[in-house]
Structure formats: C-alpha cells, structure tokens
C-alpha cells in the first residue's frame, strides 16, 4: 500500500511505487450493484472492485473498494491519481451522476512513483583550474600532489545523499548538495590529490542513491556516472622531474 512520502517538495501526497497497490473506498447512498471504476482518467485502465464490510460486519451494497497494484511496466509516474467512478446502478434502474476523485475525506492525495533517478550531468574542477598550466596535455585542467579535485553532478530528481561514491578508486567520500540547493538534485564531492606514486588521470564512478520514494539509481541511463557531461578531465602530476639522460660533447669530438 503507498507510504507516507518523504519529499519535502510533496508532503500532502502518499507515493504509491511499482507493486504496491492503491485502494480507494467509498460509499453510496444506497444499495448498488457492482461499480465500474477507471483510474487516471484513463477508460481503459479498469480497477477492480469489491464490497467491503460496514461497522455491523456485514455487506450492504453500499460500501465499497476499488483496486489497482501499480506496474512499471505499463505505468508512468502520476502526480495526482485520479479514481473516476463511471457507472453503478441502484435496484430501480437508477444510474449515479460521474464523478472523478484526488483526495479521500482527509485531503490525503496519492502519486505514483515507477521511475528511477539517474544523474543528468557531471563536471570536474581543479583547485587550480587553468587549462594553460601543462602544454603537453592541451584540454587538461592540472592538479599537483594534495590539490584539491572537486566532483559536481546534478540528478533528475530530489534524492537522498548518495553513500557509494568513489573518485581514483578512493571510497568514503563525503558528498553534501552544493551551496545554496535546495532541490535536492545538486551534489558535489572533494577530494585530494594523495597516495598517488605515478602521475594518472581522474577517475569517478557515483553510486548509492535511491529518490525519497525508495527507487534506486537506474541501472540503465548511466551515461553520465563515471564520465563527465562537458568533457572536463584533470590530469594528477605527482611525480618530480629529472634528469633522464646527459652527454659531454668538446669542441672537437674526433
């Protein structure tokens, strides 16, 4: 059954996520026969319906339950639900009057939540990051032993701290939302340049978030999890220069 939501931006809403199921009750004025009642203004996306008990344990023909187990296969994400009751007849012959409903008696609304975020884009910043430092490595930014190397990635949706992230195969990275976000989507990760004995490139992969419905990262658009969005590198250079090869030569070397 759908959970309380904790998304601050949707705090009226309950989420409804792939598998569970959405139950929405109601009550006639009086006996009916069975209902037919359709879900997200869609006539063919049919609920099924059954009679629920009164107070007194017993069916009555009034009292009602229509059901829909949600499927990522055939669902999108819904902001509101929206249960349409279409038709019902009284034992006179009598049809109701159509209605469409969002929230039950307490104003409680439901959503459906069947997509998994993803992360749309990914940069990579140097403490220094000039581009001319290294004329060997045209389009590098450079950073030297214990400079810092920043990671900024944004996510299509609010989610919570991602907690599997690693940078040049480093782990237990802090990652905090960027100064002033307050979506929840904007993320960045610092590093130093450290325990490095040859000079070596950048590398990330972001993992380890789920949004606050608890879907996980997807496993499909993972395009931008371990490369960047803009084509920003950084080349680490930790090694010393040196000598490597040296030659006396006289004015006359016969």
């Excluded at 910043?125 to 810092?148: C, F, H, K, M, N």
């Excluded at 940078?167 to 100064?179: E, G, L």
């Amino acid at each position: 059954d759908p959970g309380n939501d904790d998304d601050p931006d949707r705090s009226d809403v309950l989420l409804a996520l792939d598998g569970e199921r959405i139950h929405f009750d109601f009550i006639t004025s009086e006996r009916i026969g069975p209902p037919i009642v359709f879900i997200n203004g869609d006539n063919e996306t049919q609920t099924s319906v059954i009679q629920r008990d009164n107070a007194s344990g017993s069916q009555d023909g009034r009292h009602w339950r229509a059901s829909y187990q949600v499927d990522r296969a055939s669902d999108t994400d819904v902001r509101e639900v929206v249960f349409s009751i279409s038709s019902f007849i009284d034992p006179a012959g009598n049809t109701n009057s159509l209605a469409d409903f969002t929230a039950d008696n307490a104003i409680e609304k439901v959503a459906i939540d069947v997509t998994d975020p993803h992360v749309t884009s990914a940069v990579l910043v140097a403490s220094d990051s000039s581009l001319s430092r290294d004329i060997d490595r045209p389009g590098y930014q450079l950073a030297l032993a214990d400079e810092t190397i920043t990671l900024r990635f944004e996510t299509s949706e609010r989610v919570e701290t991602p907690s599997s992230l690693t940078i040049n195969d480093q782990s237990m990275i802090t990652v905090s939302s960027q100064s002033g976000d307050t979506t929840g989507k904007k993320w960045e990760a610092v590093t130093s340049v450290s325990g490095l004995s040859s000079d070596s490139e950048v590398s990330f992969v972001i993992a380890g978030f789920e949004d606050p419905s608890g879907n996980p990262m997807s496993s499909s658009n993972t395009t931008y999890v371990d490369r960047t969005s803009d084509n920003s590198r950084i080349w680490m250079d930790v090694t010393d220069p040196h000598v490597t090869s040296a030659v006396l030569v006289a004015s006359d070397s016969s």
